[in-house]
T-cell receptor
Framework: SAVISQKPSRDICQRGTSLTIQCQVD?????MFWYRQQPGQSLTLIAT?????????ESGFVIDKFPISRPNLTFSTLTVSNMSPEDSSIYLC?????????????FGPGTRLTVT | AQKVTQAQTEISVVEKEDVTLDCVYE???????LFWYKQPPSGELVFLIR??????QNEISGRYSWNFQKSTSSFNFTITASQVVDSAVYFC?????????FGKGTRLHILP
């Protein structure tokens, strides 16, 4: 299993500023994922962060807007840069434990971001 | 292109009834994974199951069961003897070569 914490849990930010979200896992994991859930919407994968390599971004997400760090096997950060109201969302960190059977996936509690 | 359709936007059932949540998917990939997640009112996301496209065996876990049918591109989720704690939004997702995509979710209300 894995227990994930995220900081901050919520924030209200002004447009044009940046926010860095931290994700801490209580065990070493290879792959970490960052998701976005816009209000009342489904989830969208932003990027996959592997330790020791550049993050892999999904279509529609770019490194300049969402830079990610993965300095070790238990920690990652996601920065939301030059924010606009459209960035208001819940940002979720997730990890996989096991790639075959059994397989488990765990999510952090989320960071609720409001951009004014 | 990949697509996941959860046609049921919202379902209400009385406690102890069985309920099935539908998930229909589209993909050209020969190898893919299907997922179900639960998001209760508290907001935290809970992983329920991952199914490989080569494994069409049905899965049962307590009151939860999943029916995977490649012939109809469906991966339906049944809750037996529903309980109020099952009230949540349930998301189906598909992961193939390109990316993982989620359905829009089904909001399930279990009425006491």
């Amino acid at each position: 299993s894995a227990v994930i914490s995220q900081k901050p849990s919520r924030d209200i930010c002004q447009r044009g500023t940046s926010l860095t979200i931290q994700c801490q896992v209580d065990s070493q994991v290879t792959m970490m994922f960052w998701y976005r859930q816009q209000p009342g919407q489904s989830l969208t994968l932003i990027a996959t962060a592997n330790q020791g390599s550049e993050a892999t971004y999904e279509s529609g997400f770019v490194i300049d807007k969402f830079p990610i760090s993965r300095p070790n096997l238990t920690f990652s950060t996601l920065t939301v840069s030059n924010m606009s109201p459209e960035d208001s969302s819940i940002y979720l960190c997730s990890v996989e434990v096991g790639t075959g059977i059994p397989y488990e996936q765990y999510f952090g509690p989320g960071t609720r971001l409001t951009v004014t | 292109a990949q697509k996941v359709t959860q046609a049921q936007t919202e379902i209400s059932v009385v406690e102890k009834e069985d309920v099935t949540l539908d998930c229909v998917y589209e993909t050209r990939d020969t190898t893919y994974y299907l997922f179900w997640y639960k998001q209760p009112p508290s907001g935290e996301l809970v992983f329920l199951i991952r199914r490989n496209s080569f494994d069409e065996q049905n899965e049962i876990s307590g009151r939860y069961s999943w029916n995977f049918q490649k012939s109809t591109s469906s991966f339906n989720f049944t809750i037996t003897a529903s309980q109020v704690v099952d009230s949540a939004v349930y998301f189906c997702a598909l992961s193939g070569d390109d990316k993982i995509i989620f359905g829009k979710g089904t909001r399930l209300h279990i009425l006491p």
